[in-house]
Structures are given as C-alpha cells and as structure tokens.
C-alpha cells in the first residue's frame, strides 16, 4: 500500500491566486514528519517545508503553508499568490520515526502544477 | 559549489554495459540515499546508508549495486545495465540530528539503449 497518496496529477491555477495540493499519508507510528519539496522543469528537488507530527501548529515558509490534519492524515500544501516560477512539479514525502530513527523518507508520485498569467 | 556532487549529469549507453553514478557532499552528513525517479512514479528508493559501514537496500535494488568509499561518497552502480533503468537518479543525504530533510544532488539523468 502507497505510504504517501498525492491524488492530482496535475492541477492548473492562476497567476496570483491561491492553490492546495493535496497529500495524504499513512502510518501507525506516532512519531512521523512530512515535507515537500518542488521539482522545476530544470530537474533539482528543492525542498519547501517540514512538519513534525507532533508539531502543534501548521508549518509555514514564506508563500508555502501547510495544512495539517492529523486525525485525517493529511498534509496538503497551500502555495498563496501563484506566481508563473511555481510551475513545477511537486511530492509530498513522509519519514516515520523521531529524528535518529532509522526509518527513511518515502515518496508520493507527485503533483504537476501549471501557473497561467 | 553544490554541496551534494553527482556525476555524471547525462549519459547515454548501452544495452549490458556497466555504468557507475559518482555522489559527493560535502555536508558532513553521515546518511546518504540513491533514489530513481520516473515519469509518474515519484521517487523510488534504490539503496541507502547510514554510514561506511552500512549499507541497506531500498524498495528497487535488483539490478543495482553501491558502494560507500567514504563517509562523503557513495557511488551506484549498473552492474548490465538494460533499457528499463532509463530514469532520473538522484543521490541525497541527511543527518540523524535533523528532522530528516534531505539535501539532493542535482541528479544524473541515464539513458539505456
């Protein structure tokens, strides 16, 4: 069974406007964390933003938050004012276990968003 | 300079040839990871290493082997490569101590033909 769910295979959105990516995951271990990261058409992974499962608040970096829901397990990705450099690619990522744990990151198979001006 | 190195970027070879994928960084994470990416799959784990003396394997290794020669280098290799390791492959690494972000190479694109 897939760990990391990301259910859009692609999504479309206007320049300046709000966008969610979604996310979904699976686990039974209490002690997890979630990332995203964004792929340009140039092929780098760049990474956007990490939440901690026991994190109380949602995670935000600059035009990227997310939107955590544990009890539904879910970890979309809200990018605000959709800018034409946000199209790329984009994969939601889950390692389980605290921090020296040797559980490794797992990837979903991503979200392929287009900016239109 | 990157502080994760992969080499090369692009190649192209053939059928039952062996190719090896060089990684480098200079992070001084002790943790580094091969993943394989295509098109609609994400990225797939191939092997992984928590230090030069470990060595696991991920959920896509047949057909690959790896090598850690240092706690800075760790090296894929396609020991027969065939058609259907054409992929995206990416070398990562991260340290225990941080919540597990990874830092990633900028990724050696391998063409088999």
Not at chain 1, 7 to 35: I, W
Not at chain 2, 65 to 86: D, G, H, M, W, Y
């Amino acid at each position: 069974a897939q760990k990391i769910t990301q259910t859009q295979p692609g999504m479309f959105v206007q320049e300046k406007e709000a966008v969610t990516l979604d996310c979904t995951y699976d686990t039974s271990d209490p002690s997890y964390g979630l990332f995203w990261y964004k792929q340009p058409s140039s092929g780098e992974m760049i990474f956007l933003i990490y939440q901690g499962s026991y994190d109380q608040q949602n995670a935000t970096e600059g035009r990227y938050s997310l939107n955590f829901q544990k009890a539904r397990k879910s970890a979309n990705l809200v990018i605000s004012a959709s800018q034409l450099g946000d199209s790329a690619m984009y994969f939601c990522a889950m390692r389980e276990g605290q921090s020296g744990g040797s559980y490794i990151p797992t990837f979903g198979r991503g979200t392929s968003l287009i900016v239109h001006p | 300079d990157a502080d994760v190195t992969q080499t090369p970027r692009n190649r192209i070879t053939k059928t039952g040839k062996r190719i090896m994928l060089e990684c480098s960084q200079t992070k001084g994470h002790d943790r580094m990871y091969w993943y394989r990416q295509d098109p609609g799959l994400g990225l797939q784990l191939i092997y992984y290493s928590f230090d030069v003396k470990d060595i696991n394997k991920g959920e896509i290794s047949d057909g690959y082997s790896v090598s850690r020669q240092a706690q800075a280098k760790f090296s894929l290799s396609l020991e027969s490569a065939i058609p259907n390791q054409t992929a995206l492959y990416f070398c990562a690494t991260s340290d225990f101590r941080d919540p597990g972000e990874l830092f990633f190479g900028e990724g050696s694109r391998l063409t088999v033909l």
